[in-house]
Structures are given as C-alpha cells and as structure tokens.
C-alpha cells in the first residue's frame, strides 16, 4: 500500500491554481498547464521581476504568454498595450505566479479537449518522490505507453493483487484511453468488490478534477471502478 503516493495525489487535487489550469487548457481556454515538475518539455519558469516595460521586453515569449493569460488578456499577448494600466494588470498576475509552478506549453493545433490524466499522474509521482514519469520527448508517459510496459510501473498480474497506491489504466472501445491513481479497494459483501480514484483528464466539469471517485456499484448494475473489469489494467511502482 502506497500511503505517500495517495498522499502526494490528494494534496495535488486540492491545489486549485494547479486544478484550474488543467481545466483550462482541456478546455482549450489557453495554451499551457501549470505543473510542478521543471524537467518537462517546454517548462516556463517564473520571471524574477517585472517593474518596466523593458523588464517585459527581456521577457521570454513563453513567460509573456502565460502572464498575459493570468492577467486576463489574450493567450499571445496581442492585446496587451503599453500602458500603466496594463503594466499594473501583468503586475498582478506575476504575483499570483507560484515559484514552485512551471507553465507546460504542449498544446497542438487542433481543436479538441487536451486531456491530462496522465499529466495527474506524472505530477503525483514527482510530488511524491521526485521521480521523473517521462518518456523520451520529456512529456508524461501516456496511458498507451503505461499499458505496453514503456513506463518503470510494473503491472499486477491479477486484479486480487491491487492495493491502495496502485495506477489503473481504463479501456475504452478496446484502448487504453484513461490513467488514475487508486486511493482505497472496496470489499463488497453482495457486489463484486471495487476501488476508489483519483485523477484528471475526466469529461464532466471543473469539479470533477483531483476529486475521488468510487465504484458506482449498485446491486447488480456494475460500474468502471470494478477490481474484476476486464477493461482495467492495474500497475504499481
């Protein structure tokens, strides 16, 4: 049983600055995630100082991107005027930037959701012992990688070995389409016994995110947090 692992996952769900620009960014509201891990691709650290116009000047494209969007302005900063009222709004938002928050720019040019339950993962993980759940391109492995070994996690042999702490990968349409971490198994004493999770990359609202989720067993009808379904792939470090 992985307490520390459970822990670290929680404490992340609870982070709303974090929470809230994964919601964003799968929404495609702007083109970056905040993440607390530094050694992904495209990590954008925050600027030390921004007190002129020329302080902006020096700034990288990245870190004008992520603070226009913090500000409220446009996710390229075209709308961003110079101005003292716009200088004061970028201000601002450089103080509600975290030191210890990278913005992620992994956005394609498409126009769908980006989901980002892997990224949950991999930010648990770090937050947890500062390992870095990152394949070659330094992004989080996916839950495709995870399912066909590429990843360190070792897989269950059988559902009857899962524990608290352990990383299901769900099937959907026959794919590996979904990773959570699992915080609690449940012994049912009438339905087949299930497990409790948390992560991101889930369709539903804002509110959905870093929460957990439980079987949603209800006498006979099964739900997708059953130990027994054959869509679900169990794994563990």
Known sequence: MNLLLI????????????????????QRG??????????LDQATRKPSSLD??????????????????????RNDATDVIRN????????????TWRNDLYSIFWANEG???LWLCNVFIGD?????NGSNFISGNKHYFDPYQIYSGQSFLRKRN?????????????????????????????KNFFADDGFCSIGAGRGQDNESLGVVKCDSHNWFLGGRRELEDKGNTYFYI
Do not use: C
């Open 158 to 186: 059988s559902y009857k070995e899962v524990k608290a702490g352990d990383i299901v990968v769900f099937k959907y349409g026959g794919s590996p389409r979904h990773v959570e971490i699992i915080t609690e198994v449940q």
């Open 7 to 26: 822990a670290a996952a929680k404490k992340l769900g609870r982070d709303t600055d974090i929470m809230d620009s994964y919601w964003k960014y799968q």
């Open 52 to 73: 002129s116009w020329n302080s902006w000047d020096r700034l990288s494209v990245k870190q004008k991107m992520t603070l226009s969007t913090l500000a409220g302005f």
């Open 30 to 39: 702007q083109n970056w995630f905040f993440s607390p891990n530094p050694n």
């Open 124 to 128: 648990a993980i770090y937050l947890y």
């Open 111 to 113: 126009s769908g959701r």
């Open 84 to 95: 003292t009222s716009h200088l004061s709004k970028l201000k601002d938002a450089l103080s």
